[in-house]
Each structure stands twice: as C-alpha cells, then as structure tokens.
C-alpha cells in the first residue's frame, strides 16, 4: 500500500507562487506514477497533471499548461506541485494521489493540501 | 476534452433502499470508468474501477456497470455510512475528468 503524506496548509497573495509537497513511502518515488487533483471549496474534482508511465514524461492538464510545473525528487521519495501566479480561483484543496496499474485510476490519495489565495 | 455528466446531482433515500445513479461519457470511452466516494473534508476513495471491478476492501452493495458511454453505480442496500458525494472519471484519455457528482443524502 502506497502512503502518501503532503506539506501543511498555505496562505498566499495573488501573483504569487506556491509549492506542495507529497511524501512517497511504502514504495519508491520510481515505483509509481503521481497525480495531482484538487478542489475548490464546494467544488468537484479536477486533475492538474501527472507522470504518464507510456510516455515516461508529466502530462498537463491543457488549462494549467504554463503555470504548473511537476517535479519529483527520487532520494527522498517526494513528489512537488508548483502554482504560479495564483489568483484567487486556485484557493482549494490540492491532493496527490498514485495509479494503480492503470494509469488514470487512484487508490492512494494524501490527505490534502489547503492552499488559500488572499490578498 | 471527454465531458462526464451525472444524475441525479443530489438524492435523498433510507437506510435499506436500493439506489441508483448514472455516468455519461460525451463519447466512447469503453470500459475505462471509475468511481469514487468523498465524504466531507477527506480524500475521494476508489470503489469501482473499469466500470464494474469492485475495489478490494469495498463492500460488496456497491457494484458498477455499463460501458462506451453510459454507466451506472448502484448501491444495493443503503447504509448510513454510504452518505457521501460519489464522482464519476474517465481514464480512456487525457485529459482525466471527473463528472460533477452525486451527493447521497440518508433520510
């Protein structure tokens, strides 16, 4: 079973740029294939992006493209999510999440991020 | 994009009833059909995947069927745990989609 453990809640002020983290363990960071989902308070779901395992590269989300970068960091298992010029819209709760053995489909989730955008 | 709809957006049923919602595709997408369970402030969970494959841990009231571009998840007998809002997502391309939701209310 995959485990996944993210950063603490964010405040930040329109323009700005935010970094979440994901902490991999149970498995390896080269073991599995990170996604990112979030949702606005109220809202429904909505994936950003994540590791395509055919292609071996992160695929945006088209409306995110430009303003999300994926990073992952193999010696310490962790997975990033990086949000830049941030307007109130992206005020929501940012998830990570891992394939099972097909690409798509999520069984592990953490426990979510809260990333607030205030001026 | 794939665009998922869903119905009912909301529903309301007691403990014991069989209930029903559906998934639409805005096109084909096979089998490649999941559900998942959110209740209020946690992580959504996997109940059904490829459109009928029950997760494992997941009580077996809850079943999925359907495939191209209509889906349907049941649960056979509501449980008061089962209050939840329930999404459907297609994973037959990207991008991945979720549909809007069905809040499961008990009365």
């Known amino acids: 079973q995959v485990l996944l453990v993210q950063s603490g809640a964010e405040v930040k002020k329109p323009g700005a740029s935010v970094k979440v983290s994901c902490k991999v363990s149970g498995y390896t960071l080269t073991e599995v294939s990170v996604h990112w989902v979030r949702q606005a308070p109220g809202k429904g779901l909505e994936w950003m992006g994540g590791?395509?395992?055919?292609?071996?590269?992160?695929t945006y989300a088209p409306k995110f493209q430009g303003r999300v970068t994926m990073t992952e960091d193999t010696s310490t298992d962790t997975a990033y999510i990086e949000l830049s010029s941030l307007r109130s819209e992206d005020t929501a709760v940012y998830y990570c999440?891992?394939?099972?053995?097909?690409?798509?489909?999520?069984?592990?989730w953490g426990q979510g991020t809260l990333v607030t955008v205030s001026s | 994009d794939i665009q998922m709809t869903q119905s009912p957006s909301s529903l309301s049923a007691s403990v014991g009833d069989r209930v029903t919602m559906t998934c639409r595709a805005s096109?084909?997408?096979?089998?490649?059909l999941n559900w998942y369970q959110q209740k209020p402030g946690k992580a959504p969970k996997l109940l059904i995947f490829?459109?009928?494959s029950l997760q494992s841990g997941v009580p077996s009231r809850f079943s999925g069927s359907g495939s191209g571009t209509d889906f349907t998840l049941t649960i056979s007998s509501l449980q008061p745990e089962d209050s939840a809002t329930y999404y459907c997502?297609?994973?037959?391309?990207?991008?991945?989609?979720f549909g809007p939701g069905t809040k499961v209310d008990i009365k």
């Open positions: 590791l395509n395992p055919e292609e071996g590269k992160t």
């Open positions: 096109q084909s997408i096979s089998s490649y």
């Open positions: 490829a459109a009928s």
């Open positions: 997502q297609q994973c037959y391309s990207i991008p991945f989609t």
């Open positions: 999440t891992t394939d099972t053995s097909v690409s798509g489909t999520w069984a592990s």
